[in-house]
């Protein structure tokens, strides 16, 4: 069900992944990636409260992303979670290039695109 708490995870997410796009420009690859990840948990969030599921810690999100493939069948979403999850590592650490953090946002892109249509669970979920 979408409620208020949906569509403000919702709109962070796409806030977050301008924020992304904009540190990126400015060449802070740590703030742009850290945005990017944030991009893709908000909407994860967003797919978990639709589904009155837990989501406040890291490892609820990946029970999420698991139900949603279980769901889908879509094991793409794994991946593409991970790649995301590797951006927040980048934030503390600092390993990434600017083609690997312009890369891996591109697979957030990516993600956000397939979650979206998951917000409301289906009718057979």
């Known amino acids: 069900m979408v409620t208020a708490a ?7 997410s796409s806030s977050y992944l301008r924020k992304a796009h904009e540190h990126l420009a400015e060449g802070d ?47 793409e979403l794994q991946f593409l979670f991970s790649q995301a999850e590797s951006l927040h590592g980048n934030f503390y650490e600092d390993y990434y290039d600017e083609s690997a953090v312009a890369s891996y946002l591109g697979q957030v892109v990516l993600l956000l695109d397939k979650l979206r249509p998951l917000i409301e669970p289906s009718a057979d979920a």
């Open 6 to 12: 949906v569509g403000r995870y919702s709109d962070l």
């Open 29 to 75: 690859l740590v703030q742009a990636s850290e945005k990017g990840w944030g991009a893709a948990a908000e909407l994860v969030k967003a797919c978990a409260e639709a589904r009155d599921l837990d989501h406040v810690r890291h490892r609820q999100l990946w029970l999420t992303v698991n139900r949603l493939v279980d769901e889908t069948g879509d094991r």
